[in-house]
């Protein structure tokens, strides 16, 4: 969904689905700050069970700055702020939480990003938050 071309639009709270494909690859990813308004100031993407925040079937704290690759549109997202998205304040992302299914206790928590993501928001001056859906241990 393209909103760039809103003028006014300061919050979005939305499902994943509503920018990215889903089920396909992280690559599709790229390009978010263009589908964003440049009045924008508060972004929330949130992820679906089938599609979450890694496109992989591996848990995300496992991935390490060498392979970052799949978060690297975020750091698109963060690199062209002044251009295309100069208000942008806050950006959350959230994966389902699964318990409303399940009955259990909560498997969502916090998201500690690949150094590259943190420190380019970080100089951006994005207020970033995730949780993440977490996996049960072998």
Same mark, same amino acid.
């Given at each position: 969904? $393209?909103?760039? +071309?809103?003028?006014?639009?300061? %919050? ?6 509503? *920018?990215?494909?889903? /089920? ?5 990813? /790229?390009?978010? %700050? ?23 079937? $591996?848990?995300?704290?496992? %991935?390490?700055? $060498?392979?970052?690759?799949? *978060? ?22 959230? $994966?389902?939480? +699964? ?9 969502? /928590? =916090?998201?500690?990003? =690949? ?12 207020? *970033? ?10």
């Amino acid at each position: 969904m $393209d909103l760039s +071309m809103m003028k006014t639009l300061k %919050y979005i709270d939305c499902p994943a689905t509503c *920018f990215f494909r889903s /089920g396909t690859a992280y690559s599709t990813r /790229g390009g978010l %700050y263009k589908l964003l308004p440049s009045s924008l100031e508060e972004l929330t993407i949130r992820f679906e069970y089938w599609y979450g925040l890694e496109c992989w079937g $591996d848990a995300v704290s496992n %991935y390490g700055d $060498d392979d970052s690759a799949e *978060f690297l549109w975020l750091v698109e997202l963060a690199s062209n702020k002044t251009e295309y998205n100069p208000q942008l304040k806050v950006l959350r992302l959230e $994966d389902c939480d +699964m318990t409303e299914m399940d009955n259990e206790e909560p498997r969502v /928590g =916090p998201w500690d990003p =690949p150094l590259i993501v943190a420190e380019t928001l970080g100089k951006a001056e994005i207020h *970033f938050t995730a949780s993440v859906a977490l996996r049960p241990s072998a």
